[in-house]
């Protein structure tokens, strides 16, 4: 079975700082992983996607990850932490089961920024 | 172009009750997907349909059904409530639900609670 293990659930950074938040997952195949950020009482939005192509992989709001099959990580970073990330992110692995696909999510983390 | 959209955004229910909740896909999309997310955990898969045909269910009880109409847009229904079905309902939709490099859109969600 796909899982992602989630391996802080919480962070604190200040404004300006960079971001790291880490993502470990187990899959008996090469996986397509995903992050998704949920800002308060939203929904949920795709800040980027890995499916086997560059392992280096560019989102939205200056985010990137780095897929690294040797460590079975997919850890998130960004340069510099900005008020508006403070959210909650999840790092996500899609299963295809015949026809269908699921999404399993990790526990989240949530993204703390300080002035 | 307009995004996934729910309705209600919120509703309250008593224990025993039934309650209907509604998703319209993004335009083009024939895949919709059911999530719950209770408060402090990740999203968890309930239900994938394509085609107006069930193509995946997650470990949910018979209370929790759902269907997708011709025009691809779907109702989740719950049937005797329990006070832990109270969560956050997402829906995501996608071109076909089928594929690895395929993003799920989400909506806004349906907040319930269940008294």
């Known amino acids: 079975a796909q899982s992602v293990t989630q391996l802080d659930s919480h962070v604190s950074v200040s404004e300006g700082t960079p971001v790291l938040l880490r993502c470990n997952y187990s899959s008996s195949y090469s996986p397509s992983l995903f992050w998704y950020v949920q800002h308060p009482n939203k929904g949920l939005q795709l800040l980027l996607k890995?499916?086997?192509?560059?392992?280096l992989v560019k989102g939205i709001n200056g985010f990137e990850a780095e897929f690294k099959k040797s460590e079975t990580s997919f850890h998130l970073t960004k340069p510099s932490a900005h008020m508006s990330d403070a959210a909650e992110y999840f790092c996500?692995?899609?299963?295809?089961?015949?026809?269908?696909?699921?999404?399993?999510f990790g526990t989240g983390t949530r993204l703390q920024v300080t002035l | 172009d307009a995004g996934v959209t729910q309705s209600p955004t919120h509703l309250i229910k008593t224990r025993g009750q039934q309650v209907t909740l509604r998703c319209s896909p993004i335009?083009?999309?024939?895949?919709v997907s059911w999530y719950q997310q209770v408060l402090g955990q990740g999203p968890q898969f309930i239900f994938q349909?394509?085609?107006?045909?069930?193509?995946g269910r997650g470990n949910f009880p018979d209370r929790f059904s759902a269907r997708q109409f011709p025009n691809y847009s779907s109702e989740l229904n719950v049937n005797a409530l329990l006070l832990g079905d109270s969560a956050l309902y997402l829906c995501?939709?996608?071109?076909?639900?089928?594929?690895?490099?395929?993003?799920?859109?989400f909506g806004p969600g349906t907040r319930l609670l269940v008294l």
């Open positions: 890995y499916t086997s192509a560059a392992t």
């Open positions: 995501a939709s996608s071109w076909t639900g089928g594929r690895f490099e395929e993003t799920q859109y």
């Open positions: 335009s083009g999309h024939k895949s």
């Open positions: 349909y394509y085609e107006k045909e069930e193509r």
């Open positions: 996500v692995v899609i299963t295809i089961t015949g026809t269908a696909s699921k999404l399993t």
